[in-house]
């Protein structure tokens, strides 16, 4: 019972490169989130998807792309990475209105 | 703006006594308010979910309370124990949004044998 599943763990990147992080999760979820998480400052929300076909831009979208390829799995596309992009990344998962349950994070340096 | 407020400092106390972590918000009308708990290295999990008409919440050792007048949650982890170590981030859903939550930065628990 694997719940959301976030890949890679880590990655370090050059300024300008690109990388897909990827989430997918086996509770037949509709709804799905990407967050990132600095220090001293609270789970931000980048964009969600209410469900498979949508998805809508959060908190901080900037630099960002998402792409909801069907129920399970919800991407994260960094088109040309930033230092300001250094994070630590969540994706979770919830069923309509129920708490959202979280993978362990992908933790992005930037240099 | 919205803004949730957690005591940054961590929150440092003995085996067996009760553990009150505050949660602060400005400018909501909350739906309601969830507690997670989160470990060094991985993702927050959910503990508890309190609406905004209702004033307290239990589960085993934790209890919840949520006062919309004070806008103001209480975590409380009573009997607590090494294990329960970590840092404890409070969540709003406000009104009238889809499922969207604002979190707070989290306060860290430490807990002494």
């Known amino acids: 019972n694997a719940g959301v599943t976030q890949t890679p763990k880590f990655q370090v990147l050059k300024t300008g490169q690109s990388m897909t992080l990827q989430c997918a999760q086996d509770?037949?979820?509709?709804?799905m989130y990407w967050y990132r998480q600095d220090p001293g400052m609270g789970l931000r929300l980048i964009y969600y998807?209410?469900?498979?076909?949508?998805?809508d831009k959060g908190e901080v979208p900037n630099g960002y792309n998402v792409s909801r390829l069907n129920k399970r799995e919800f991407s994260l596309r960094l088109e040309s990475a930033a230092p300001s992009q250094t994070s630590v990344y969540f994706c979770?998962?919830?069923?309509?209105?129920?708490?959202?349950?979280f993978g362990d994070g992908t933790r992005l340096s930037i240099l | 703006s919205q803004k949730i407020e957690q005591n940054s400092e961590a929150l440092n106390i003995q085996e067996g006594k009760t553990a009150t972590l505050t949660c602060n918000y400005t400018?909501?009308?909350?739906?309601?308010l969830q507690w997670y708990r989160q470990d060094p290295g991985r993702g927050p999990v959910f503990l508890l979910l309190?609406?905004?008409?209702?004033k307290e919440k239990r589960k085993e050792r934790l209890k919840v309370t949520f006062d919309t007048t004070l806008k103001q949650s209480l975590f409380h982890i009573t009997a607590s124990q090494p294990a329960d170590s970590a840092t404890y981030l409070c969540?709003?859903?406000?009104?009238?949004?889809?499922?969207?939550?604002?979190f707070g930065a989290g306060t860290r628990l430490a807990v002494h044998p």
């Open positions: 998807s209410a469900s498979e076909g949508t998805t």
């Open positions: 969540a709003l859903r406000f009104s009238g949004g889809y499922n969207k939550l604002i």
């Open positions: 509770m037949n979820h509709n709804s």
């Open positions: 400018n909501y009308s909350p739906a309601y």
């Open positions: 979770a998962s919830s069923s309509g209105e129920q708490p959202q349950h």
């Open positions: 309190i609406r905004e008409n209702e």
